[in-house]
T-cell receptor
């Protein structure tokens, strides 16, 4: 079983839609959870960072962590064409040097 | 504050040639990383350095060498390039918690 599973999509939605992006993980020792956004031909950009179960909100973005189900989500409200990018989840185990990345979900928001 | 910078942005090599990819960060981060990103494969860790003077292998180290020149700089060397090393290379750095900050990437083609 892979450490992190992420549906690669692609996902195509109309402008204004609510987008849900998800990852599952297998190691209950993982403590820190991140979402990165990567525009085409650019480096990944840290979007959200959280370390506890529950929700964390930042503008139109909400990161949700359910440690009991080993499931993390990123919600985008009122999606915009500028949100079109690949979104990668990343998970970290405290004390480790490494991040474990999902393979990314490609999102297109159509005007 | 430039964050993580990488040079060059693009490079074309012939099989068997060597080159060094340069990375520098100005955030006073302890840990630095080199990844490659290929379609369908996601981000794969090549090497990392937890602190100045130390380096460790990641998931795909074969064919690469690294040098942590000082706290700011971490270089990746291809001694004898192969077509399988055609990829986009990202450098990243991390302070204390899990989150990593990425550079803009180097697009390498080996013919």
């Amino acid at each position: 079983q892979k450490e992190v599973e992420q549906d690669p999509g692609p996902l195509s939605v109309p402008e204004g839609a609510i987008v849900s992006l998800n990852c599952t993980y297998s190691n209950s020792a993982f403590q820190y959870f991140m979402w990165y956004r990567q525009y085409s031909r650019k480096g990944p950009e840290l979007l959200m960072y959280t370390y506890s179960s529950g929700n964390k909100e930042d503008g139109r973005f909400t990161a949700q962590v359910d440690k009991s189900s080993k499931y993390i989500s990123l919600f985008i409200r009122d999606s915009q064409p500028s949100d079109s990018a690949t979104y990668l989840c990343a998970i970290h185990q405290g004390g480790s040097e490494k991040l474990v990345f999902g393979k990314g979900t490609k999102l297109t928001v159509n005007p | 504050n430039a964050g993580v910078t990488q040079t060059p942005k693009f490079q074309v090599l012939k099989t068997g040639q060597s080159m060094t990819l340069q990375c520098a960060q100005d955030m006073n981060h302890n840990s630095m990383y080199w990844y490659r990103q290929d379609p369908g494969m996601g981000l794969r860790l090549i090497y990392y350095s937890a602190s100045e003077g130390t380096t460790d292998k990641g998931e795909v180290p074969n064919g690469y060498n690294v040098s942590r020149l000082n706290k700011r700089e971490f270089s990746l060397r291809l001694e004898s390039a192969a077509p399988s090393q055609t990829s986009v290379y990202f450098c990243a750095s991390r302070l204390a918690k899990g989150e990593q900050y990425f550079g803009p990437g180097t697009r390498l083609t080996v013919t």
